[in-house]
């Protein structure tokens, strides 16, 4: 079956089996190889991307949900790496390994769309299926903060 | 003893007392013994001959669906999806969120598809989301559910026929039966269940008494 995704502003078609997880989909066929592989079962976050600017774990979405939508993955977020997320994991260095931060930003920045200033708990409760090994946590919130104009609180 | 437990065994105890087992069903022995993971017929309760004893009875026997841990952990009494058979909290951690539905970076349907996914044995089903909390069954007796599910104040505004539609025919109370993985599907079939929920509205769908039991 050939499946139609509009993958960061640009029109695909793939030919390939529409039960293949949307993540191998953006890796190994498109060769977006900025969303990771993490758990590969919904547990960690590391493929989070947006269907039509909502997170999915790519690793569980079958491509064929994102038949005739638009998935936006890291390298599509913003031109230059220029988005405020981005800007503040920078300045903040937030990442450690860095494995996790895509899936992470990704996450954030549905987020900061939906929440332009979200709380404390409104942070820990989107960002809860978003796990990092390196324990960046207290970073990864500080920087939500600094790209959402608000103090950076304790990190 | 795990808490769920707990007031099944209380039953358990109060009946082998030689307690009244209040207006539940008379003689639940007199019914056909099934296997925990098959559900009677309604043609089984046709000895009852009091319809609103027999009515009770069927209650009782779609609560072993209505109760079953692969129901009530989408059902929660908090904002907290449970899941497995212990119905521990959802891991990883997600909210009810303010339409059922999660918050943002962490809607059901981020991980849930329309149907299970067999390599990852994440469950799926078409418009996967909790029940309103209206519509919780966490810790709920038989006849605490079967109220609820008649009030529309609490059942999303649903004559009696579209209950017995919705739990006939609805596509996520059917993933109930088809749990995916390794999970324990609930007794029966979705059709067996429809059959004795429409026998129970049929009956004049009487609730069961509240220390009774399946
Ligand atoms: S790789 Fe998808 S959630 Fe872990
Ligand atoms: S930075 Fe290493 S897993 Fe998050």
């Not at chain 1, 989909?25 to 600017?53: I, M, N, S």
């Not at chain 1, 981005?86 to 895509?102: M, N, S, T």
């Not at chain 2, 129901?71 to 997600?94: E, K, R, T, W």
């Not at chain 2, 029940?131 to 009696?160: F, T």
Request: glycine share 10%; with cysteine.
């Amino acid at each position: 079956m050939s499946v139609r995704i509009r993958v960061n502003g640009v029109e695909k078609t793939l030919d390939v089996d529409p039960e293949m997880p949307l993540l191998w989909a953006l890796r190994d066929v498109l060769g977006l190889t900025g969303t990771k592989y993490g758990c590969g079962q919904a547990l960690c976050g590391a493929c989070t991307v947006h269907l039509d600017g909502q997170v999915v774990r790519a690793c569980v979405t079958p491509v064929r949900r994102a038949d005739g939508h638009a998935v936006t993955t890291i390298e599509g977020l913003a031109p230059e790496g220029s988005h405020p997320l981005q800007r503040a994991w920078v300045e903040l260095g937030v990442p450690q390994c860095g494995f996790c931060q895509a899936g992470q930003i990704m996450t954030a920045a549905a987020l900061l769309k939906a929440k332009p200033k979200p709380s404390d708990d409104e942070i820990d409760q989107s960002m809860a299926g978003n796990l990092c090994r390196c324990g960046a946590y207290p970073r990864i919130r500080a920087a939500i903060r600094k790209a959402a104009g608000m103090p950076e609180g304790e990190r | 003893m795990h808490q769920r437990l707990l007031p099944f065994a209380v039953a358990f105890v109060l009946a082998g007392c030689g307690n009244p087992t209040a207006d539940g069903p008379k003689g639940p022995t007199a019914l056909r013994k099934v296997a925990p993971n098959e559900l009677r017929a309604p043609s089984d309760f046709a000895s009852i001959e009091d319809t609103r004893e027999r009515s009770r009875a069927l209650f009782l026997e779609a609560s072993r669906v209505f109760t079953h841990p692969r129901c009530v952990n989408c059902h929660p009494n908090g904002d907290i999806p449970h899941q497995g058979m212990n119905m521990q909290l959802h891991d990883p951690p997600s909210v009810r969120g303010p339409d059922n539905h999660g918050v943002v970076g962490m809607e059901c349907t981020s991980c849930h598809q329309d149907k299970n996914q067999e390599l990852s044995r994440v469950p799926g089903a078409p418009h996967w989301a909790l029940a309103p909390i209206e519509m919780a069954w966490v810790g709920k007796s038989p006849r605490q559910i079967c109220e609820q599910i008649k009030d529309p104040k609490r059942n999303g505004g649903k004559a009696l026929a579209a209950i017995v539609e919705h739990n006939a025919h609805d596509a996520l109370v059917g993933w109930g039966w088809h749990p995916g993985a390794d999970r324990e599907p609930v007794p029966g079939t979705q059709e067996q269940f429809g059959a004795i929920v429409a026998a129970w509205a049929e009956s004049g769908a009487e609730c069961p008494a509240e220390g009774a039991r399946p």
